[in-house]
């Protein structure tokens, strides 16, 4: 009788998102196979997921932070086949991202009794159309299909029809450590903040276009607050870097590792999120975990988190200066309210407590 789970990124594209996930479902009990690739970013949690109870890790070079396209392609097709030898070990088998679809269509078509889909965009991001067939495909060939927020739900039913909706479920996202080992840190009362930080990959849907404004914004020069950019820039954005780098912003461009990371969540800083679209943000769930203050736009999982926690303060009414400003001074004026607030998302977003609640696509019976 097929006992384990398989849980499938090929790339390793969310590995701290993988690594809880799996951690979760180990410490309920559950045997798991992860199937992913060796990568350049993030590998202790690759190697943190090896020392797991339970847990077996099936890892190839198929990210393109390690392969070449054509090796990373015939890389996870040789993944796949072992996945299908070992079919009948699984009760479950989990796509958490589809890597190379036509051969996934294929394999999760002979596995679809066991395929739970995790939908974590309703289309790819910078996607133009709609509807992305590949995805609804799979979402058709799939026996569960799980949703990070309800905001990635209800855009997936929007686009691709309610006939979906009855398999489906939200398994939210959790707490996002950036090291495997760390715990959580709580929020505290006394942090005035000195800078306004981005962090996360600098992409055009990201809204960074806002530090431009910030910078030539008298009141932000008036309380003294430093702008920084961390995070690699996608190569289309070059100009829009030029030009922020040219108004004093410290331009941090590149990947952070892990000592670079913990130094920048330790400063006193307010952590801006003016994403002009977003399902939902990883970044903001290490923020959350970290006990660092953030400010969002508006938009998908970002607006409906701060909605659920009492924290509509801290979203931009627009992308302007004087939006930031206004939650500036929401924050100076609620200090221990608004962290009483995100300490208690920070005890409902748990992983155990999540999986406990909203985790029934990963149950066999």
């Known amino acids: 009788m097929a006992e384990r789970i398989a849980i499938v ?15 979760a479902l180990a410490e309920r009990g559950e045997s798991v196979d992860f199937y992913g690739s060796t990568t350049r970013y993030n590998g202790e949690f690759l190697e943190a997921m090896r020392s797991l109870p339970g847990v077996q890790v099936r890892a190839r070079a198929i990210s393109s932070s390690v392969a070449a396209r054509w090796r990373g392609a015939w890389a996870y097709v040789n993944l796949l086949a072992t996945l299908l030898r070992n079919a009948r070990r699984y009760a479950i088998v989990n796509l958490q991202f589809s890597g190379f679809w036509p051969v996934e269509l294929l394999i999760f078509g002979l596995l679809r009794r066991k395929f739970v889909f995790t939908v974590h965009n309703a289309v790819p991001h910078g996607f133009a159309l709609a509807q992305h067939p590949p995805t609804r495909r799979l979402a058709s060939l799939a026996r569960a299909l799980v949703f990070v927020s309800e905001s990635t739900r209800d855009d997936f039913m ?10 489906a479920s939200v398994l939210p996202h959790g707490l996002l450590p950036v090291a495997p080992q760390q715990g959580t840190t709580g929020y505290s009362v006394t942090m005035k903040p000195r800078s306004l930080v981005f962090w996360s990959t600098v992409k055009p849907y990201k809204g960074i276009e806002l530090f431009g404004e910030l910078a030539r914004a008298g009141e932000i020069r008036r309380r003294d607050l430093s702008l920084a950019i961390y995070g690699a820039w996608a190569p289309e954005m070059g100009g829009l870097r030029s030009e922020l780098a040219g108004l004093g912003i410290a331009i941090h461009d590149g990947y952070l590792d892990h000592a670079q990371l913990q130094s920048l969540l330790t400063q006193d800083a307010v952590f801006l999120l003016p994403y002009q679209q977003a399902s939902q943000s990883g970044a903001l769930y290490s923020l959350l975990n970290h006990g660092r203050l953030f400010i969002c736009a508006d938009v998908g999982d970002l607006g409906a988190f701060m909605r659920r926690f009492g924290l509509q303060g801290l979203l931009l009414k627009d992308r302007s200066a004087d939006a930031v400003v206004e939650c500036l001074d929401f924050l100076d004026a609620n200090r221990a309210a608004v962290a009483l607030s995100f300490n208690r998302a920070q005890q409902a977003l748990r992983w155990d407590r999540l999986l406990a609640e909203a985790g029934q696509a990963y149950r066999s019976s």
Do not use: C, N, T, W
């Not at 990124?9 to 951690?23: E, H, N, T």
């Not at 929007?158 to 398999?167: C, P, T, V």
């Open 158 to 167: 929007r686009r691709y029809g309610e006939s979906f909706r009855a398999k």
């Open 9 to 23: 990124d090929p790339g390793s594209f969310i590995l701290p998102y993988d690594y809880q996930l799996v951690k």
